[in-house]
């Protein structure tokens, strides 16, 4: 008789809930993560709750960097061998600082 369980059942985690958890985790209510990167709590409670099926790669950025977790975590669950950026490197989140999460609806590159 084996002793190792029966895994039948492994959640499986959607991109709002990565969401919800990395600001969880972070320990920000969704109204200072809405503040930390420039979007409305609106917007926050939105992507949470899977209202938004795909959220624009510069919020999920944004959100990586606020909440200290790898942006590819935040968009498929997993991270790569090697490194959250398969380099050694720290992910997009790591170490982020107040003050540099504002989404700048301008996305044109500064000369």
Same mark, same amino acid.
């Given at each position: 008789?084996?002793?190792?369980?029966?895994?039948?059942? !492994?959640?499986?985690?959607?991109? #709002?809930?990565?969401?919800?958890? +990395?600001?969880?985790? @972070?320990?920000?209510? &969704?109204?200072? $993560?809405?503040?930390? !990167?420039?979007?409305?709590?609106? #917007?926050?409670?939105?992507?949470? +709750?899977?209202?938004? @099926?795909?959220?624009? &790669?510069?919020? $999920?950025?944004?959100?990586?960097?606020?909440?200290?977790?790898?942006?590819?975590?935040?968009?498929?669950?997993?991270?790569?061998?090697?490194?959250?950026?398969?380099?050694?490197?720290?992910?997009?989140?790591?170490?982020?600082?107040?003050?540099?999460?504002?989404?700048?609806?301008?996305?044109?590159?500064?000369?």
């Amino acid at each position: 008789m084996s002793m190792q369980p029966d895994y039948a059942f !492994i959640p499986q985690f959607t991109i #709002s809930d990565r969401l919800r958890k +990395a600001r969880e985790h @972070a320990r920000l209510d &969704q109204t200072q $993560l809405a503040k930390r !990167i420039g979007i409305s709590r609106t #917007s926050v409670s939105s992507y949470e +709750a899977g209202r938004i @099926a795909k959220p624009r &790669q510069i919020v $999920l950025n944004a959100w990586a960097l606020a909440t200290g977790v790898p942006v590819q975590w935040l968009e498929t669950g997993t991270v790569p061998e090697g490194g959250p950026n398969n380099d050694g490197a720290p992910a997009v989140g790591a170490g982020a600082s107040e003050g540099l999460l504002r989404l700048d609806s301008n996305q044109q590159p500064s000369d």
